[in-house]
């Protein structure tokens, strides 16, 4: 199924947190959603929209300290531009023909300006999903079963070269998506754990501390952010342990964020948590450690110490499209799945994985989040989780913002009743439904991607320049 891009809208919004969110080196109390609308043309001249949001997340695809929010925004609109400037000229292809056609191009633009290849692939990763949503909708396919039938057109491409030899139709053919998935909760390095850690409340009759949130939403999966200080990190944890350690059964995973210098560093912790008996049966819990050390040296070295212990994924590492190539010679056992970084990477990522896994080896893709939104961009991440038949995705959209905050309640309204099994109907508005951890995700096979309905429009600002 061959389609020209034909035209491109670009909006966004803006979003304040309802409790303060910090990760790696940086704490956010708001933020800005960028919104796509892209309109395709394919060979029999039918036309239609197709749409994709993205949060425009300060200090995590470029963490330069010299940067301020307002320039990583910058940075980012700059990299959409960029995108969607090449995709109007580049004439017929399959939906991952523009993708992989463009890689190489599209990197050397963002380069010639300083945005680096993680930067490169937010703008190409929106216009993809764009006009993937849009040629399902025109061809009334879910995700699930366009992609499944390989409507996009994914086959192998010196964009990926070790993939030369793999049966990426067959992969997809295979595929079985998940009907529901375990939600991972994050813990960030503020969020209070008792009420003891709070000097002031929200009060907005929403969780607020970990026993809280443990309480309300049952969850079985967490994701415990470490700052880099080993001290620190051992009594947050034991803090947090105390709390995780009252449930039946639970899993988590460490995330560096990027914060230890060197592989060494993030060893010594985890001989920490290993030597500390407060944390024995969180240690037992942890399913594999992301990304804790800083990128600049983060595929330079080996992780072999740690590695013996927990797998290791890469995140932020993971910027050019080989990046997991190199990174599984230095030991990593995984990468994660972000919109953000793209679904054709994702899925690039899984036949790795099964290739590699073929010989008897064991690697994987995680679920992460970079505060998926409810509406469009929720939806699409999960039902990318969800076609990867990940087991558990990490959430933390739905608890450090209150529901469909900052759009207007019609919005809110009929995406609850698109979604029923998705959303809860509360006293506060449309949220997401979490019971005993678990996400339901039947109602996402509707026509496009996640999603049929799409956000009010009107209710957003033109995107400006990005000034970068």
Known sequence: MRFTIVAAERREWPFT???????????ITQGRQAVLRVRIRDEGGREGWGVA???LAAKWFDKAPGLTDAQNEAQLRRALELACEASLVAGHNTAFGHFADSYAGHLAACAREGLNPLIASYGRALVDSAALDALLKLNGLSFFAGMRANLGGLAPHTVAPDLAGFDLAAMLAAL?????????HTVGLVDPITAADQADRVGD??????????????????KLKVSGDIAADLDRLCRIAAVLDRLHGYHATLDGNEQY???EG??????????????????ASILYVEQPVRRARALEAGIAALAAARPVIIDESDGPLDAFVQARALGYAGVSSKSCKGIWRSLINLARCRAWNAAGER??????????????????DLALAALLGLAHVERNGHHFVAGFAGRPKTEAVRFLEAHPDL???????????????????????????????????????EMPGSGW
Do not use: K, N
């Open 266 to 283: 993030a060893a010594a912790l985890w001989r920490a948590i290993e030597a500390e008996p407060r944390l024995a049966r969180l240690a």
């Open 17 to 27: 947190l309802r409790l303060p969110f910090r990760f790696g080196a940086v704490t």
């Open 53 to 55: 949001a993205e949060t």
């Open 205 to 222: 009759g929403l969780p607020e501390t970990l026993e809280e949130v443990a309480a309300t939403y049952g969850h079985r999966y967490w």
């Open 423 to 461: 959303y809860a109907d509360t006293p506060r508005g449309p949220r997401l439904r979490i019971r005993e951890g678990v996400l339901e995700l039947g109602s996402l096979d509707v026509p496009g991607l996640g999603a049929t309905e799409e956000p009010d429009y009107a209710a957003m600002a």
């Open 176 to 184: 079985r998506p998940a009907r529901r998935i375990h939600a991972r």
């Open 261 to 263: 210098a060197d592989a």
């Open 363 to 380: 690697f994987f893709l995680s679920g992460e989040d970079l505060t998926t939104l409810p509406g469009v961009c929720l939806q699409q």
